[in-house]
């Protein structure tokens, strides 16, 4: 086809998903059944296959219909009547009691809970006064005339229902089982759901092009370690890449213009609990774009995409600096869904006098700040208050003092023999405390105070909801844009030499430019990040576009071999243009929209927390066969291992 015909269609194709958009009133949400809400009407669930209807959609307007039904056996009592389940709902079916029809009652009763059938059956009312108002289906039953037990079940691993607890191990090693119950099913059916929102957003209405990009890559300098794979050419490996960068920067090069994926990730980084060596991303980049403009972009995205049955995304999200955010919530991804913000009393502490606080002061980046728990006295025991400051000194090497304010407005603190009455007085006004209130205070590196009272905020938080009060309302959602990222930080290993706070090809900040050959320390970057309720939910930045920045940057800044990056470098020096992107995780934004406890439960087949496949039990081992093509050879024969794992 011509490119101006193309061209033209895709006008075409942006042009009509727009008038239908707003056809629709805008931006259509996502509703809250099973599946996804179709364009031309609700989805038909019993196309192509032999069943009539699903177990969760028969009404009373379905009254006298025959209707043929298929799913698993939830409950089934005294051969009177079961519970027939499939991934929609549930369905009463009443076993037939006469004599002609015995056979159907001795196959139904008799087979075990999660069997699968087939029924075939009228729909009726249930009698007056059995109506159950908390199924859909609850003011209807089927009578059944015909059955086939499909395949029997045995003896199950555990029950499957939500309600009955069962360890995550376990929950793996049967995923398929697990995969059964009705919270799986929704999380799965409501991620597809958003993201099929996401294509459309991003394709129909603003012109994205979905590529899928290689998954055999090498290595990236920097970053997250990535997982090697094994080639017939002697000593060379494949890299999983960590994330397409490279690809859509190239995309971008190649004139693509506007580039989108649902990315498959991969990082080697061992015990995680909140993290998975495989991973999904909606991944993009564009080009001619600002910073301001990913974050519309973004925005949008989210509001168009987002499940009518949670609180609605209000728009343009807020925004604060890095250093804003270290210093008033300890941390670069803030829980901004309740306040005991980290406050500074540094020019307050000065007057008092008092020689730690002094000596704290007196030192660069010294600072005294504090948060206040509101009726911590009320809620938490003194365990708690031991336990925190222990959480301080061994996480972060940082004491703490406590201050608490007594019911006469007086108080209790290692401090107060330092402190007269009218001192007293002006630090209670400083903190704004209230009877009951409990203030922890650091003094020191800022940095590392600010870190260790951002940590004690969300543990008092913790302990302050285990208490019965609650401050963090789990149906409310806080976006929030943190920008102004440094560009370098010091290696924890090394603090001498620098690494990249994002990746090595971030864009440094307009003003900083100039920095970056005499203290690169000090550059800003265009890096920002997606928080969301206290969790990191998407990160990306503007990118060097320049080949001789990008080549001084990882030369001269990072150490790094160039090398490893020519063929990128080389690709600069064609006319690239300026670009910019991110990626969402997909994961995390999935769990904290379900309120998951991990996302573990909006992964169909995920690995446990130490990276391993507890249902197929991978990683395995393989024979010395297999891996002499690869050229490879491990430092113990593999039959002796493979008797220790027998």
Not at 303 to 326: C, K, N
Not at 471 to 485: E, G, I, K, T
Request: glycine residues 6%; hydrophobic residues 40%.
């Amino acid at each position: 086809m011509p490119l101006r015909l193309l061209c033209g269609t895709l006008r075409r194709t942006a042009a009509a998903a727009a008038a239908a958009a707003a056809a629709a009133g805008g931006r259509r949400r996502l509703g809250s059944g099973a599946g996804p809400r179709s364009a031309r009407g609700a989805p038909d669930f019993s196309s192509f296959v032999a069943r009539t209807n699903t177990c969760g959609e028969l009404r009373s307007a379905h009254v006298g219909q025959k209707v043929t039904l298929y799913g698993w056996i939830q409950y089934q009592r005294q051969g009177l009547f079961l519970v027939l389940r499939d991934f929609q709902g549930l369905t009463q079916i009443i076993i037939p009691q006469d004599e002609a029809r015995s056979h159907v009652k001795e196959l139904l009763s008799s087979a075990p809970v999660e069997s699968v059938v087939r029924v075939t059956g009228v729909v009726s009312l249930r009698p007056p006064g059995q109506e159950n108002p908390k199924m859909p289906t609850g003011d209807i039953e089927v009578k059944v005339e015909t059955a086939e037990v499909l395949n029997s079940c045995k003896k199950l691993p555990f029950e499957i229902k939500d309600f009955i607890k069962k360890s995550e191990a376990l929950r793996m090693q049967y995923r398929y089982l697990d995969l059964r119950s009705f919270q799986l099913q929704y999380n799965l059916r409501l991620r597809s759901q958003i993201v099929m929102r996401m294509r459309e957003y991003l394709c129909n209405l603003h012109g994205f092009v979905d590529v899928e990009t290689p998954t055999l890559f090498k290595r990236t300098p920097g970053g997250a370690k990535e997982f090697l794979v094994p080639s017939r050419e002697a000593g060379k490996f494949y890299s999983l890449p960590q994330s397409p960068q490279q690809f859509k920067q190239l995309l971008m090069v190649g004139g693509l213009d506007r580039y989108f994926q649902v990315a498959r990730c991969y990082r080697d980084e061992g015990s995680r609990p909140d993290r998975q060596p495989e991973f999904t991303q909606i991944d993009i980049e564009m080009s001619f774009v600002d910073q301001n403009g990913i974050q519309r972009l973004i925005e949008g995205l989210l509001q168009y995409s987002w499940p009518e049955d949670r609180s609605p995304v209000t728009t343009p999200f807020p925004s604060m600096t890095y250093e804003e955010a270290l210093a008033d919530y300890g941390t670069d991804k803030p829980d901004t869904r309740f306040g005991m913000k980290i406050v500074d009393i540094s020019d307050f502490s000065q007057r008092l006098g008092i020689h730690f606080v002094q000596n704290a002061l007196s030192y660069p980046h010294g600072t005294v700040k504090a948060i206040c728990i509101p009726q911590g006295m009320r809620y938490l025991r003194n365990k708690d208050f031991e336990s925190l400051k222990e959480a301080a000194r061994s996480q972060f090497n940082q004491e703490i003092v406590d201050i608490i304010c007594r019911p006469d407005g007086s108080l209790k603190s290692l401090l107060t023999k330092f402190l007269g009455q009218e001192q007293q007085s002006e630090l209670i006004q400083e903190l704004k405390m209230q009877v009951d209130d409990v203030v922890l205070l650091a003094a020191g590196e800022h940095k590392r105070v600010c870190s260790a009272l951002g940590s004690l905020r969300l543990e008092s938080a913790d302990l302050l909801e285990a208490a019965g009060l609650v401050l963090r309302d789990p149906a409310v959602f806080h976006f929030l844009w943190v920008v102004d990222f440094p560009l370098f930080l010091p290696k924890e290993d090394n603090p001498t030499e620098l690494e990249s706070a994002h990746h090595p090809f971030t864009a440094p900040h307009p003003s900083d430019t100039s920095l970056l050959y005499s203290d690169p320390t000090k550059v800003r970057s265009q890096h920002y990040d997606l928080v969301l309720n206290g969790s990191e939910v998407g990160g990306g930045s503007i990118r060097i576009h320049n080949a001789e920045l990008q080549r001084f940057v990882l030369e001269k800044v990072l150490k790094e071999d160039s090398e490893v990056l020519s063929h990128l470098l080389d690709a600069l020096e064609f006319g690239a243009p300026p670009h910019g992107g991110i990626a969402l995780g997909l994961d995390r934004l999935i769990s904290l929209i379900v309120g998951a406890q991990s996302i573990r439960d909006v992964i169909a087949f995920p690995k446990s927390f130490r990276g391993r496949d507890l249902m197929g039990n991978a990683p395995d081992y393989v024979t010395a066969e297999e891996l002499e093509p690869y050229h490879i050879q491990v430092s113990w024969p593999v039959a002796e291992a493979e008797a220790k794992k027998n």
